[in-house]
């Protein structure tokens, strides 16, 4: 199994997003995995321009010359994308979605009628494939998530790629306090560990283990109590 991760975070691996996302990918590996990893804040991709050059003119290469070139082909063989990135106004980080923008190379103008509504055809290099959302928010309910989920599992039905579950950490600041603290909370790391040997052995994520990634680290009235000793703290 080859899987190519990419961190949306302008934190890359110092972020909250990495907590759960760098333990995510040393279990893949320990289930044997060969794991790539690549940050969006050291590459140079555009936005989409909409011009529909990889669908006419040059079909699957897009026309402008950037990182996406080279990162192009890699997603084609990666048997698992995993898209991690922080909760934004509840979408993910604006490079990463630019990212996932140009993968409009992967489709084709002509359509088809798929799970009973229009989609354009996919590239069969990439159909087939899994995806795994890695997202961090800083509000307490994981409800915040719902339309991040939404979005992304939207995207697999365009690029035609199982939806492979998604490890949603709300309230991260809060889950690195802790650990920095040393209260209990390794569990949260081992789960997300956990999550990628599943997924390396069994091809799936157990709902079990995507729970205890998000499990509620302390009451809803301790989070405002913590953020705004922290707000007054910052601001004063």
């Not at 790539?36 to 050291?42: A, F, G, I, K, V």
């Not at 390794?186 to 052995?201: K, P, S």
């Not at 009451?219 to 405002?224: A, G, I, K, P, T």
Request: charged letters at 25%; a negative charge; aromatic letters at 6%.
């Amino acid at each position: 199994m080859k899987a190519l991760a990419i961190n949306g975070s302008p934190h890359k691996g110092k972020g909250n997003t990495a907590l759960i996302l760098d333990p995510f990918l040393e279990g893949l590996r320990d289930g044997g995995a060969e794991v790539e990893l690549l940050c969006t804040r050291d590459l140079h991709i555009n936005p989409c321009l909409g011009c529909f050059g990889c669908w006419i003119k040059t079909p699957g290469k897009c026309v402008q010359e950037d990182d996406m070139a080279g990162l192009l082909p890699r997603l084609r063989q990666a048997d698992v994308w995993v898209l991690a990135t922080p909760l934004y106004f509840d979408g993910p980080s604006g490079p990463l979605k630019n990212l996932m923008d140009r993968m409009t190379a992967f489709l084709r103008l002509a359509a088809e009628v798929r799970g009973g509504r229009s989609r354009h055809l996919v590239e069969e290099e990439v159909q087939g494939g899994k995806v795994v959302l890695v997202s961090n928010c800083g509000l307490w309910e994981i409800s915040t998530f719902d339309p991040l989920v939404t979005q992304v599992k939207g995207f697999c039905q365009h690029v035609q790629r199982e939806f492979a579950g998604a490890l949603l950490r709300p309230h991260g600041q809060t889950l690195r306090d802790l650990l920095r603290q040393g209260e209990p909370v390794q569990d949260v790391l081992e789960a997300a560990r956990e999550a990628g040997r599943e997924l390396a052995r069994d091809g799936r994520i157990s709902g079990e283990t995507l729970i205890a990634v998000g499990r509620p680290l302390v009451s809803l009235e301790e989070y405002v109590e913590r953020m705004n000793e922290t707000a007054a703290r910052l601001t004063a």
